[in-house]
């Protein structure tokens, strides 16, 4: 079935320091790729998205491709600060098949230290 | 974004007895509502799917007559745990979706959460 594996947390980071998440996908078809951030005691906030190969999603300095050569969509941010701290989940979904419901990742947390 | 409404956010209930969740879609209509349940430091496992005026669909593993859902309408869908137990102590999350015209663009709308304590 479709799955998505993230790298394991937690990742601890200094203040402007580069990040990379990186986030590999197993699916048939063309799902639609994303990555969702949950700070502390919340629900999850959409970072980006993509809907298709070669696509880059951004927002508020992060950035993730659509691979589809190497199956991946990795998260990068060139300086990352303290506020980015919260656990980061990769997940795709195929909105004509299973209902459009998410497969998430396993989630990665990200400790940014001053 | 569109904004999805958890209630409560935090609860405390006595084992045996039932509790309900809400979670309404405030500025779009939701004609899929998904209803996830978090343990710590792990990730999100997807409980049911439940569509507008229809019968969830649960996951493999999911009691249904444990985990009661309901949406009744296109703004509002219930978690009802039932005759709850320590172990359903977590972390329940819905998300929210509206079927737009271009349905790869659609996303998913997320609910603050709901910390369940079963004592």
């Known amino acids: 079935g479709d799955s998505v594996t993230q790298m394991e947390g937690p990742v601890t980071l200094s203040e402007e320091a580069f990040l990379t998440i990186n986030c590999t996908y197993t699916a048939t078809g063309y799902p639609s790729l994303f990555w969702y951030v949950q700070y502390p005691g919340e629900g999850l906030q959409l970072l980006l998205k993509a809907t298709k190969a070669d696509d880059k999603g951004s927002n508020k300095g992060f950035e993730a491709t659509y691979r589809k050569e190497t199956t991946s969509f990795h998260l990068e941010k060139g300086s990352v600060q303290v506020s980015d701290s919260a656990v980061y989940f990769c997940?795709?979904?195929?909105?004509?098949?299973?209902?459009?419901?998410?497969?998430f990742g396993q989630g990665t947390e990200l400790s940014v230290k001053p | 974004g569109a904004v999805v409404s958890q209630h409560p956010s935090r609860v405390i209930c006595k084992s045996g007895t039932s509790v309900k969740i809400e979670c309404r879609s405030l500025d779009f209509q939701a004609t899929t509502m998904f209803w996830y349940r978090q343990f710590p430091k792990q990730s999100l496992m997807l409980m049911a799917t439940?569509?507008?005026?229809?019968?969830?669909?649960?996951e493999q593993g999911v009691e249904k007559d444990k985990f009661l859902i309901n949406h009744a309408s296109l703004t509002l869908s219930t978690l009802t745990v039932t005759s709850a137990h320590p172990e359903d102590s977590s972390f329940y999350i819905c998300?929210?979706?509206?079927?737009?015209?271009?349905?790869?663009?659609?996303?998913?709308?997320f609910g603050q959460g709901t910390r369940l304590t079963v004592v």
């Open positions: 998300s929210a979706r509206s079927q737009g015209q271009n349905l790869r663009l659609t996303e998913a709308f």
């Open positions: 439940s569509n507008e005026g229809s019968k969830a669909t649960y």
């Open positions: 997940a795709l979904t195929k909105i004509y098949n299973q209902g459009g419901k998410l497969i």
